[in-house]
């Protein structure tokens, strides 16, 4: 029998007689199987959606401003594919860590009933949870929003409105790597659209006379359209006025450079705490490690699923984790 040394913030959890199993009652039903999980948060549901919308205005960007009013077909059509593609599987991600169950212990199962089927061995210390009455598995915590204990808990996150837990930690991590992708894309994309359309009016801007706009312009032109240098010039670089797309692009390039810091950190946080077999919590709290240290490639696979696939970049591919027991209690 091992011996673990009590940390303060369990403290109250851990004294036997805190359990009061006669003072928690079983839910009133079986609770939601079959159901969609989803929290009703108002925050969370906002973050989310602007999510969804900041997702869809690079979209649009990219697409009205950029690569449909192009003239390069091939380079549209590329960075169509591609960009949409990861555009997709950024929202199919979201969409799975959102109404994914992250790994939800179930509510008020801290009955005597319960208690007693667990056939505790004399010393045997089960943590129990004083806000939603659940008696939870090692590595779990409980969530103030999901209102919930959740097994091996990261962080609650706003903006896919869904604590991040054992369940759905791949979606996120999905969702982080695709985001930061789409990200850099169109920054890469706007970079090339400033080069290659606005260069002219730059210079034109700088030197405060039109004369270098309307030569280059004119020189652009096959001799047949030189009567009309300025439609041609518009329908090749955007189908927006000139100030419209500048700001669209400002934007998309202000969006794109906030959202590749953050979800890159993001990434390279949450790929770190998979393996090292370690959540944001736990390494906020500096608890002290009671499970076994395993290697880096078995715990990318604990989350991503056995055995290594093209699966574990599809937020489609749900991970087939092998579980372990939830209720093995520290002895
Ligand atoms: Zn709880
Ligand atoms: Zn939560």
Not at 37 to 50: E, K, L, M, S, T
Not at 271 to 294: F, M, N, P, Y
Request: glycine share 6%.
């Amino acid at each position: 029998m091992m011996l673990v040394p009590t940390h303060h913030f369990r403290d109250i959890e851990r004294k036997p007689e805190y359990l009061q199993p006669e003072k928690c009652v079983p839910p009133p039903y079986p609770g939601p199987v079959g159901t969609m999980w989803f929290i009703r948060d108002g925050c969370g549901i906002a973050c989310a959606v602007v999510t969804w919308f900041l997702v869809l205005y690079a979209e649009f960007v990219v697409l009205f401003v950029m690569l449909i009013p192009s003239r390069d077909y091939v380079y549209s059509v590329i960075n169509g594919i591609v960009f949409n593609l990861l555009a997709f599987l950024a929202l199919a991600s979201h969409g799975r860590a959102m109404l994914t169950d992250p790994g939800a212990v179930p509510k008020g199962n801290a009955t005597k009933e319960f208690i007693e089927s667990l056939q505790l061995k004399p010393g045997q210390v089960v943590y129990k949870c004083p806000k939603c009455c659940s008696i939870k598995p090692d590595r779990a915590h409980h969530c103030s929003v999901c209102k919930r204990c959740i097994r091996k808990m990261d962080h609650h996150c706003p903006w896919v409105n869904n604590c991040v837990g054992e369940n759905n930690q791949k979606y996120f991590v999905l969702f982080t790597m695709y985001i930061a992708l789409i990200s850099l894309h169109a920054l890469i994309m706007v970079g090339f659209h400033f080069l290659h359309c606005f260069e002219e009016d730059w210079t034109s801007l700088l030197q405060g006379s039109g004369v270098t706009r309307a030569a280059s312009a004119e020189a652009r032109v096959p001799p047949q359209d030189k009567k009309q240098p300025r439609k041609v010039r518009a329908t090749e670089c955007s189908s927006f006025s000139p100030p419209t797309t500048v700001i669209l692009l400002i934007l998309l390039c202000f969006e794109g450079l906030l959202f590749l810091i953050f979800t890159s950190v993001m990434f390279g946080t949450q790929v770190h705490s998979i393996c090292t077999d370690e959540t944001g919590i736990e390494q906020l709290k500096k608890e002290e490690r009671r499970w076994a240290k395993k290697t880096k490639w078995m715990n990318m696979k604990a989350v991503f699923g056995h055995p290594f696939s093209l699966g574990w970049a599809s937020p489609f591919a749900t991970p087939d984790q092998g579980k372990a027991d939830p209720y093995q209690y520290v002895v």
